[in-house]
């Protein structure tokens, strides 16, 4: 699947640089800059840009309000919607206490294909999350930080920050964002800190 990617954000240094870098590897896609909520109203009135069933979007914007309006305007129209708080997809949606559910039967290969997609890559053994991976991915979901989380599964800090830090890059993501991180239990998707 070759989806186009349209980016919404509230920064335009941000929103220049992923651009220009998902332009330059091939990928469609469509910027659009929104500096407040004033900016909604106009945005949806004015702007006539294709939303289909292969567009992913990606929201990238820092006030609450807008986010929230952003992801209601998007959510029935695309395929995936990527925010600070969530993954939101059009099937087995719904939100509680902050933490995004969907299709519970979410597998590490759905996973790896909703990746791939996103950044219209080639599927390789260097940029396919392992089971490993994954499996350290869901129980820091789970547990909620390293500390917690290595002392319940019995392996070492050092071996659960390795496998992070390898999943996350073959996320392509930078050191500085949140991550979201899909739970194959609970299908719950959270955002969590790397370090």
């Known amino acids: 699947m070759k989806s186009k990617i349209v980016i919404v954000s509230d920064d335009v240094y941000?929103?220049?640089?992923i651009s220009k870098g998902m332009k330059e590897s091939g990928t469609r896609v469509e910027s659009?800059?929104?500096s407040d909520s004033g900016e909604f109203e106009r945005f949806t009135l004015t702007?006539?840009?294709?939303l289909s069933k292969d567009t992913v979007?990606?929201?990238s914007v820092r006030e609450p309000g807008l986010l929230d309006r952003l992801i209601t305007f998007f959510f029935s129209k695309v395929t995936?919607?990527?925010?600070p708080s969530g993954l939101h997809s059009r099937r087995h949606f719904f939100c509680q206490h902050g933490v995004y559910y969907f299709n519970k039967n979410k597998t590490l290969s759905e996973l790896n294909d909703i990746l791939i997609a996103i950044s219209n890559r080639k599927n390789?053994?260097?940029n396919t999350i392992t089971d490993k991976e994954f499996f350290i991915l869901s129980e820091l979901v789970r547990a909620g930080n390293v500390k917690r989380m290595y002392s319940a599964i019995?392996?070492?800090e050092k071996t659960v920050s390795y496998y992070k830090r390898s999943a996350l890059k073959k996320m392509g993501l930078l050191s500085s964002q949140n991550y979201l991180c899909?739970?194959?239990a609970f299908s719950a998707v959270k955002t969590i800190q790397r370090h």
Do not use: K, M
């Not at 995936?80 to 925010?83: A, F, H, Q, R």
């Open 14 to 17: 941000y929103l220049t640089g």
């Open 124 to 126: 390789t053994e260097s």
């Open 80 to 83: 995936l919607c990527i925010s």
């Open 57 to 59: 979007v990606l929201l």
């Open 182 to 184: 899909i739970h194959p």
């Open 47 to 50: 702007t006539s840009f294709s």
């Open 32 to 34: 659009i800059f929104l």
């Open 154 to 156: 019995n392996i070492s």
